[in-house]
């Protein structure tokens, strides 16, 4: 078999899930391509030959790769599909974005969001904001999958597979990219943070997420937020953590004002070790925490701030 | 211009769904239903920019069995025109939804197709990109602001790290992010006056579309639970048992 799996990367570097799909796909077992397309992306793509595992890198380096760019990127794809059994990319923003669209232009019907390979046509993907787990297999020809970072681990260094320039596709010229406005923050981010301090309704105010950051300073964590604090207005899209924003798996979440919707709690209850600061009693977040405090957070937080 | 909106009837988000002891799917029957939030965002939409002038006809479509008659008589009752239910019986998997949106369009010929990013029952987040790859229409998914522009659209969309700003030609599929808007509640003189509204119902096969689903659901379980945890009496203890239990900090 042969897998082809869409990098996900800046340009200079490859963003953390491209390399937990290329896991997955050695799960499925094959050669392994990876297809670095973008604008100014040769350094993403020796990045991609140093994967342990990968066989080959393809390079196409274009303007109209620009930005998410699923038109022109789908076209491209649309144009080598036909050598390979798998096409995976990480179901993150970027892979969520174009994966459909190849699909379609495929005849495929794609499986969103793997958690894990049972055979090379048969997954496991979480429904429902992941109160169940559907096992599903796949009649098509070609299979394309979306991954679901955290139910892989990342693929190490140590590969040294040649990068091949391709053509790139015509611009079909139905979108024009105009720009990004990237959120500016010292922080990790919230997909490859070691830890995530999270926010929710009770904070209050987006100036309350103040001693959130302090806090996740101390501890060289990522600052995320429940839907509820995104809808409140308090942070922006971008740090919402849960069935229709990021699906993170730290090893320490500190759930600070989350009540513990069922949406969030779809996105975070893989952490290894949560713990939930609440001052109700009864919030269901502490049905998947690890460790809980009954404590009004703004006297909490900054004590547990002195105490790092 | 007139748009076309789709909207599903899901489990309502709020129900804490449940397995099936046979691990066939999940429990259905009983079970409070509801629009999918995604696609209230794209009904609400389309009713702001026929409000604002740009939109003079709202068109929504729902695929699912009889009862989703309800969610397109609450979509009327938001503000849309009128209804069309593709009645289909069984599951309709995302690459079928998109053919018979396809084929909707065709004969309707909006200038524009507004769709929910993703249902909240199979989360697939697929059908608005795959409409429009099967159009050849450009597309904006996640998108949280919009404005047309003659024969072009300003979009912006939710991205991982921030927002990314396009020009996309029309006509053109947009699916919605939260951030869109925030849909409006319906009031009862409105829910009668939908009753009123016209609702079409046609069947795939008139549409010319196979619906057979490709991908075959071999089980469904529940899953892996968490192990109980513990209350801890003060920050001092937390960081205590951080330190010394999980050795996470």
Known sequence: MAILVIAEHDGKQLKPGTTNTVTAAAKIGGDITVLVAGTGCAEAAQAAAKIAGVQKVLLADAAHYAGGAAEN?????????????????????????????????????????ISAVVSADTFVRPIYAGNAMATVQSSDKIKVITVRATGFDAAGEGGSAAVENIAAGADTGLSAFKSQELSKSDRPELTAARIIVSGGRGMGSGDNFKILEALADKLGAAVGASRAAVDSGFVPNDYQVGQTGKIVAPELYIAVGISGAIQHLAGMKDSKV?????????????????????????????????AL | ????????????????????????????????????PFCEIAVEQAVRMKEAGTVSEIVVVSIGTTQSQETLRTAMAMGADRGILVEVAGEVQPLAVAKLVKAVVDKEQPGLV???????????????????ALLGWPQSAFTSAIAVNGDSADVTREIDGGLEKLTIKLPAVVTTDLRLNEPRYVTLPNIMKAKKKPLEVVKPEALGVDVTPRLKTLKVEEPAKRSAGVKVVDVAELVAKLKNEARVI
């Open chain 1, 274 to 306: 949560i713990i939930a600061i609440n001052k109700d009693p009864e919030a269901p977040i502490f049905a998947v925490a690890n460790y809980w405090l009954v404590e009004d957070l703004f006297k909490a937080v900054p004590e547990f701030t002195a």
């Open chain 1, 73 to 113: 990127l789908t076209a491209l794809v649309q144009g080598i599909a036909g050598q390979y059994s798998h096409i995976l990319a990480p179901a993150t923003g970027y892979g969520k974005n174009f994966m459909p669209r190849l699909a379609a232009l495929l005849d495929v019907q794609q499986i969103s969001d």
């Open chain 2, 1 to 36: 211009m007139k748009v076309l909106v789709t909207v599903k009837r899901v489990i309502d988000p709020y129900v804490k769904v449940r397995v099936k002891s046979d691990g066939s799917g999940v429990e259905t029957a009983n079970v409070k239903m509801a629009m999918n």
């Open chain 2, 114 to 132: 507004i769709m929910g990013k993703q249902a909240i029952d199979d989360d697939s987040n697929q059908c608005g990109q795959m409409t429009a």
